[in-house]
């Protein structure tokens, strides 16, 4: 089955300790991103790869840090999680083609809460 | 300014009414252009691509006008089970290959 996985779902955390977020895909897609959501502000990026050691920043990367040493992966690094990275986070991947970017198919969500 | 806007609504229509959702968006070199539907804070899905030739699906039809940078959906004889929120997405253009979600408008279609 076709599919975005992301663990962990949901992650309580402190303050200033470093987490990761895993984000995996099956698909062989190139494309990879993270977003996190937020009430009245919609789905901002955060990150997005275009393929294997490629990566850039999206509209909101001050906190975090990727990397995508596999095409699969592409996990999120909180290095000192603060209380303002409280959000619902998704991770997702499509193909690009010649006319650009394909359906993107997106992972079940991380729910963070950095006391 | 923000790069992809759309009217948050609430949209509260009577099951069977038809019903317009709009997008402006402000990056004139954006290249690829969706409709994502998303349930009460569930995962994004995609509900259509949208082309400037216009494409439908269904009760849903999508339309872009670049001129404009302007993207529309309409959903005729809405059901129950359409009641989400709708969301915008641009992806690509200057400044490199950022997908822009828009915040999303609300629908709840009533019996």
């Known amino acids: 089955e076709a599919q975005v996985t992301q663990n962990p779902r949901y992650l309580i955390t402190v303050t200033g300790k470093k987490l990761t977020v895993t984000c995996s895909q099956n698909m062989n897609h190139e494309y990879m991103s993270w977003y996190r959501q937020d009430p009245g502000l919609g789905l901002r990026q955060i990150y997005y790869?275009?393929?294997?050691?490629?990566?850039d920043k999206g509209d909101v990367p001050e906190g975090y840090k990727v990397s995508r040493k596999e095409k699969r992966n592409f996990p999120l690094i909180l290095e000192s999680p603060s209380p303002n990275q409280t959000s619902l986070y998704f991770c997702a991947s499509s193909v690009i083609q010649g006319r650009g970017q394909e359906t993107q198919y997106f992972g079940p969500g991380t729910r963070l809460l950095v006391l | 300014r923000k790069e992809v806007e759309q009217d948050p609504g609430p949209f509260n229509v009577p099951e069977g009414a038809t019903v317009a959702f709009n997008c402006t968006y402000s990056n004139s070199a954006s290249q690829s252009f969706f409709w994502y539907r998303q349930d009460c804070r569930k995962e994004p899905k995609l509900l259509m691509s949208?082309?400037?030739s216009g494409n439908e699906d269904g009760r849903f039809t999508a339309q872009l006008n670049r001129a404009s940078q302007y993207i529309s959906l309409l959903i005729r004889d809405s059901k129950l089970s359409d009641s989400a929120t709708y969301l915008c997405?641009?992806?690509?253009?200057?400044?490199?290959?950022?997908?822009?979600f828009g915040a999303g408008t609300r629908l709840f279609v009533k019996a």
């Open positions: 997405v641009v992806w690509g253009g200057t400044g490199g290959f950022k997908t822009i």
């Open positions: 790869s275009m393929n294997v050691e490629v990566t």
């Open positions: 949208v082309y400037s």
